[in-house]
């Protein structure tokens, strides 16, 4: 404990350089020889796999290794959700855990950077040669706890309840609250089927919603029609000159009349 870092570095290097000299292998020919047959190595297998995905899968049907070719993009969709690439399931799970928008930032940006600056500064602050995980501690539980934490985000990410919907229902109560149906059966089905059915992913609806493609706030609908024309109205909504949103006839009849109710419940918030 008395001697100071800089004594005890000096003496590990000394005894580092003693050490290489007994008992090192030269860089050439030696490590360049095992990097090049890695290199080769880790080429074939990526070229057998494409070989491999390639002829597996013949035409539509997919082989082992995936589809030869997914089907074309559609930029007009409305219910997909996206996902991230399975690597980044740890991040997107951090977004979810956040609420936007007022620590969204910290999630995204603020901890990842702090992270990967404690990471470039390590060199800096950790000047000590000890290298036995038992002798670092800090290092180690910091290391363990990061693996857990990822794992466990990279899990939650992948089994995270999709669909925006099955947040958005959570706010069914609110919205009854705020409209004033609390405890009316239809509009409240309504409300829930209108969380889940992507609606939101054009129209806002008390605060919440996208906004886009210029569909209305539905906040204060009710003031303007019946549930009967609501009804009708998303049965078909080419029929009203609306040729953005999709029929919802698909959720049948009942559905629709929920939603119908719901809508027409939906006078603005008291
Ligand atoms: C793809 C985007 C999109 C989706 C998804 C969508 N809508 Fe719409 N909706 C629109 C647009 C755009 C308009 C406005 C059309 C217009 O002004 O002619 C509209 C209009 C409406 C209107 C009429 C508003 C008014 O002012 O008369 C109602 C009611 C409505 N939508 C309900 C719904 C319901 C309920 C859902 C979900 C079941 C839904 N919409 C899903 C885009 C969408």
């Not at 796999?49 to 993009?73: E, F, M, S, T």
């Not at 705020?178 to 239809?186: D, P, V």
């Not at 209108?194 to 210029?214: I, K, R």
Request: charged share 15%; proline share 7%; aromatic share 12%.
């Amino acid at each position: 404990m008395a001697r100071d870092l800089g004594e005890q570095n000096r003496e590990w290097f000394a005894r580092y350089k003693e050490d290489v000299k007994k008992e090192g292998k030269p860089f050439f020919p030696r490590a360049i020889l095992h990097d090049t047959v890695m290199s080769l190595i880790v080429v074939c297998v990526i070229i057998g796999l494409a070989v491999i995905w390639y002829y597996d899968a013949n035409g539509v049907k997919p082989g082992i290794l995936g589809p030869l070719y997914a089907p074309p993009a559609d930029p007009g969709t409305t219910s997909f959700v996206p996902r991230p690439d399975w690597y980044f399931y740890f991040l997107f799970y951090l977004l979810r855990i956040f609420k936007w928008p007022e620590t969204v930032f910290i999630a995204t940006v603020g901890i990842p950077t702090i992270c990967l600056v404690l990471l470039l500064g390590l060199p800096f602050y950790d000047r000590r040669r000890e290298r036995r995980p038992s002798r670092r501690p800090v290092a180690m539980i910091a290391a363990i706890l990061t693996v857990l934490s990822m794992g466990v985000l990279t899990w939650k990410g992948a089994t995270a309840n999709e669909a925006l919907g099955s947040e958005l229902v959570l706010l069914v109560p609110k919205w009854a609250h705020q409209q004033g149906f609390t405890g009316k059966k239809l509009p409240t089905k309504g409300a829930t089927l209108f969380a889940q059915s992507g609606c939101l992913n054009c129209h806002t609806y008390l605060g919440q919603g996208a906004g886009q493609l210029g569909a209305p706030n539905l906040s204060a609908i009710g003031k303007t029609n019946d549930a009967a024309f609501f009804v009708q109205y998303i049965t078909n909504p080419a029929a009203f000159g609306n040729k953005v949103m999709g029929s919802y006839s698909y959720l049948g009849q009942q559905n629709m009349r929920a939603i119908g109710a719901f809508l027409a419940a939906s006078d603005g918030p008291k």
